[in-house]
């Protein structure tokens, strides 16, 4: 790990305090009050903390969450946001997947970084905080028929989950040119927090937008509905701190409630039905995990509801082992289909990555990293390719909407990825945002330990592939603009023509980790889809699943803020349901 130097030790001093002091995780069933719960949430990761929180404000609801990764408590690395690059893929606190073979990387296998941690994946993740545009969440409304999705509707939860920290060291005058104020919500609980380095290359990157301003418009505020433009990153930090839905949702307040209780190191392997004589619909009660490695199982049982929130891979992977899937795979690996729903672990989207490290005159990275307490990203752009774009001829337009990006830039300090010779450097990373291709989650074996089967098809499609050349070229625009131009002593590649650009794209592009819609919803009478628009499993009871699984289609933003707005609003369904008010 790195150097703990820059680090803001006044900024961690109360927060360690506050984790010396927290109650409230198990690590051993034994430990358990009873066996029998209201709500089981299985994974203890960004959605599921969220609905444990809230269906345990109500003090007659029991809640237990089972997470197969253990505490992120007292944990520097966790903490602190400069740490992010180091943290994952390939850690103890990640799940250390891969793909299959990606046909269209030259059979490449790329990483399927998740968090195995309490706060799941919003523990390790780079911190962005981008929402989304208006179009696709409009979109999501139109697919499920649920008005309820659209971005207008879900603002009370947008600004329920946010907490945004006007920073102290600066006026709000000179902030509010980097965020809009009248978009964010000041009382939610997730702390969220501007950027907040002021350096040379700030400047050339904002002049570049003046500049080029048709290429490269500046946006004041990249998460109000609209997000084409440039803009300064918001992240999820509060004091230099990382938050996280662990840090926020199961903060020590919360683990004090008597009807809340958090066993970690438990991983579940099944949920099931005690009594199968009920032939209307399987009803799905309690939830089977292991501690041992699978030596020994144990049930609990759900009295109202479990709640499924162990995010795109293993969701889908606990349905599938439970019986609920495509009745002919599942019989292949020798397990009893029980549910026949052939859409679990289908439609998997991944947004494509490629991050090019330009060599630049000044340590980029030495001037800009700064302390630790600073997340990774300063800036991104969201960007359309144009309309007359001659992919259009052969491809309908895949974006949610004219306010919708086809890719996305973000610039990184210094290097991501194997080391380069020597150097100093600055990373492009350029994201294609709404990506075409398809793949899935399948299983391997019956053995509920054994991973899934990863594939998410990466640039298989020819529209992928285009958007992510033009992205590249648009990068290279970019940084040979006037402004930036004399700080770059040498590109990533030479390659210019498409057929070099693609072996250039085929050899080094990966996953950003924001796998979606393994369990997409859909509407209520649709004959596909795995959740309805309330995010029930279709067609069985006593199931839902609430996690980035249920997107129906990847939306063109970093996902930790979508899943926590579905989150916010499922817990309010959860609670409508068992209650009648929230
Ligand atoms: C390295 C990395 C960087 C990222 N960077 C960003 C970013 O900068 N901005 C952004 O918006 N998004 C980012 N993302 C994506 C974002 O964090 C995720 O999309 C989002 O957090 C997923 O939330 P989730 O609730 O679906 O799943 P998770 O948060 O992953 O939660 C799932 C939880 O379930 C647990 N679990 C799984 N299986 C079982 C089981 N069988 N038994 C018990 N528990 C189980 C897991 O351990 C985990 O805790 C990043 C992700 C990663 C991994």
Same mark, same amino acid.
């Given at each position: 790990?790195?150097?703990?130097?820059? $680090?803001?030790?006044? /900024?961690?001093?109360?927060?360690?305090?506050?984790?010396?002091?927290?109650?409230?995780?198990?690590?051993?069933? &034994?430990?358990?009050?009873?066996?029998?719960?209201?709500?089981?949430?299985?994974?203890?990761?960004?959605?599921?903390?969220?609905?444990?929180?809230?269906?345990?404000? +109500?003090?007659?609801?029991?809640?237990?969450?089972?997470?197969?990764?253990?505490?992120?408590?007292?944990?520097? *690395?966790?903490?602190?946001?400069?740490?992010?690059?180091?943290?994952?893929?390939?850690?103890?606190?990640?799940? +250390?997947?891969?793909?299959?073979?990606?046909?269209?990387?030259?059979?490449?296998?790329?990483?399927?970084?998740?968090?195995?941690?309490?706060?799941?994946?919003?523990?390790?993740?780079?911190?962005?905080?981008?929402?989304?545009?208006?179009? #696709?969440?409009?979109?999501? /409304?139109?697919?499920?028929?649920?008005?309820?999705?659209?971005?207008?509707?879900?603002?009370?939860?947008?600004?329920?989950?946010?907490?945004?920290?006007?920073?102290?060291?600066?006026?709000?005058?000179?902030?509010?040119?980097?965020?809009?104020?009248?978009?964010?919500?000041?009382?939610?609980?997730?702390?969220?927090?501007?950027?907040?380095?002021?350096?040379?290359?700030?400047?050339?990157?904002?002049?570049?937008?003046?500049?080029? %301003?048709?290429?490269?418009?500046?946006?004041? #505020?990249?998460?109000?509905?609209?997000?084409?433009?440039?803009? $300064?990153?918001?992240?999820?930090? *509060?004091?230099?701190?990382?938050?996280?839905?662990?840090?926020?949702?199961?903060?020590?307040?919360?683990?004090?409630?008597?009807?809340?209780?958090?066993?970690? +190191?438990?991983?579940?392997?099944r949920?099931?039905?005690?009594?199968?004589?009920?032939?209307?619909?399987?009803?799905?009660?309690?939830?089977?995990?292991?501690?041992?490695?699978?030596?020994?199982?144990?049930?609990?049982?759900?009295?109202?509801?479990?709640?499924?929130?162990?995010?795109? =891979?293993m969701s889908p992977h606990i349905l599938m082992h439970s019986g609920i899937g495509d009745p002919?795979a599942l019989?292949?690996v020798?397990i009893?289909p029980i549910h026949?729903l %052939?859409?679990v672990g289908?439609?998997?989207? !991944?947004?494509?990555?490629? &991050?090019?490290? $330009?060599?630049?005159?000044?340590?980029?990275?030495?001037?800009?990293?700064?302390?630790?307490?600073?997340?990774?990203?300063?800036?991104?752009?969201?960007?359309?390719?144009?309309?007359?774009?001659?992919?259009?001829? %052969?491809?309908?337009?895949?974006?949610?909407?004219?306010?919708?990006?086809?890719?996305?830039?973000?610039?990184?300090?210094?290097?991501?990825?194997? !080391?380069?010779?020597?150097?100093?450097?600055?990373?492009?990373?350029?994201?294609?945002?709404?990506?075409?291709?398809?793949?899935?989650v399948t299983l391997n074996?019956s053995?509920p330990?054994?991973?899934p089967? =990863?594939?998410?098809?990466?640039?298989?499609?020819?529209?992928?592939?285009?958007?992510?050349?033009?992205?590249?070229?648009?990068?290279?625009?970019?940084?040979?603009?006037?402004?930036?131009?004399?700080?770059?002593?040498? /590109?990533?590649?030479?390659?210019?023509?498409?057929? !070099?650009?693609?072996?250039?794209?085929?050899?080094?592009?990966?996953?950003?980790?924001?796998?979606?819609?393994t369990a997409?919803?859909?509407?209520?009478?649709?004959?596909?889809?795995?959740?309805?628009?309330?995010?029930?499993?279709?067609?069985?009871?006593?199931?839902?699943?609430?996690?980035?699984?249920?997107?129906?289609?990847?939306?063109? /933003?970093?996902?930790?803020?979508?899943?926590?707005?579905?989150? !916010?609003?499922?817990?309010?369904?959860?609670? *409508?349901?068992?209650?009648?008010?929230?």
């Amino acid at each position: 790990m790195g150097s703990l130097q820059n $680090w803001r030790y006044t /900024a961690l001093l109360p927060t360690l305090i506050s984790f010396a002091g927290a109650t409230g995780i198990l690590t051993n069933s &034994s430990d358990l009050r009873t066996t029998e719960f209201d709500f089981v949430v299985v994974g203890g990761g960004t959605a599921g903390n969220v609905i444990a929180n809230r269906l345990t404000e +109500n003090p007659a609801f029991s809640v237990l969450v089972i997470e197969a990764g253990g505490s992120d408590r007292d944990t520097l *690395e966790l903490m602190a946001p400069g740490f992010a690059p180091l943290i994952a893929p390939n850690t103890q606190w990640d799940w +250390n997947l891969t793909t299959t073979p990606q046909a269209a990387l030259n059979n490449r296998s790329v990483s399927v970084a998740r968090g195995f941690v309490l706060g799941g994946s919003s523990t390790i993740n780079f911190l962005a905080y981008t929402r989304g545009t208006s179009n #696709d969440f409009d979109r999501y /409304a139109e697919i499920t028929g649920d008005d309820g999705w659209s971005w207008d509707r879900l603002m009370p939860y947008i600004f329920k989950n946010e907490h945004f920290m006007i920073g102290e060291s600066e006026s709000l005058e000179n902030q509010t040119a980097r965020f809009n104020p009248s978009v964010h919500g000041f009382t939610g609980a997730l702390p969220v927090s501007l950027a907040d380095l002021s350096h040379e290359i700030d400047a050339k990157v904002i002049d570049t937008t003046t500049e080029m %301003s048709e290429d490269y418009p500046f946006n004041q #505020d990249m998460n109000s509905g609209n997000h084409l433009g440039l803009g $300064w990153v918001q992240a999820t930090v *509060e004091n230099g701190t990382r938050s996280s839905s662990a840090t926020v949702y199961l903060s020590d307040q919360f683990l004090q409630r008597p009807n809340l209780q958090v066993l970690v +190191n438990a991983r579940v392997t099944r949920v099931l039905q005690s009594n199968t004589t009920n032939c209307t619909s399987p009803t799905f009660d309690q939830v089977e995990f292991t501690q041992d490695g699978g030596a020994s199982v144990q049930v609990i049982s759900a009295r109202k509801e479990i709640i499924l929130s162990a995010g795109s =891979i293993m969701s889908p992977h606990i349905l599938m082992h439970s019986g609920i899937g495509d009745p002919n795979a599942l019989f292949e690996v020798g397990i009893e289909p029980i549910h026949n729903l %052939s859409s679990v672990g289908q439609n998997l989207t !991944e947004h494509p990555f490629l &991050s090019s490290a $330009w060599q630049t005159l000044n340590d980029w990275s030495e001037t800009r990293s700064g302390p630790l307490s600073h997340p990774p990203l300063s800036f991104m752009a969201w960007l359309r390719l144009p309309d007359n774009s001659s992919i259009f001829e %052969s491809f309908k337009d895949p974006a949610a909407g004219p306010n919708t990006a086809h890719y996305e830039l973000f610039w990184i300090n210094g290097k991501v990825g194997p !080391e380069p010779a020597q150097g100093n450097f600055l990373t492009l990373g350029s994201v294609v945002v709404a990506p075409t291709s398809r793949g899935a989650v399948t299983l391997n074996s019956s053995d509920p330990l054994d991973p899934p089967l =990863i594939n998410f098809n990466l640039l298989s499609s020819d529209f992928d592939m285009f958007v992510q050349r033009e992205a590249f070229r648009s990068a290279k625009k970019f940084l040979t603009g006037s402004a930036c131009s004399s700080f770059i002593v040498a /590109a990533p590649t030479n390659a210019t023509t498409d057929e !070099e650009l693609d072996t250039f794209i085929r050899q080094n592009a990966l996953g950003v980790f924001h796998p979606v819609s393994t369990a997409a919803m859909s509407g209520k009478n649709a004959t596909w889809g795995v959740v309805d628009p309330d995010l029930r499993v279709k067609g069985v009871s006593g199931l839902r699943v609430v996690d980035s699984s249920v997107m129906p289609i990847i939306p063109a /933003a970093h996902t930790q803020a979508p899943t926590y707005i579905i989150a !916010e609003r499922a817990a309010d369904m959860i609670k *409508e349901a068992w209650f009648g008010v929230v």
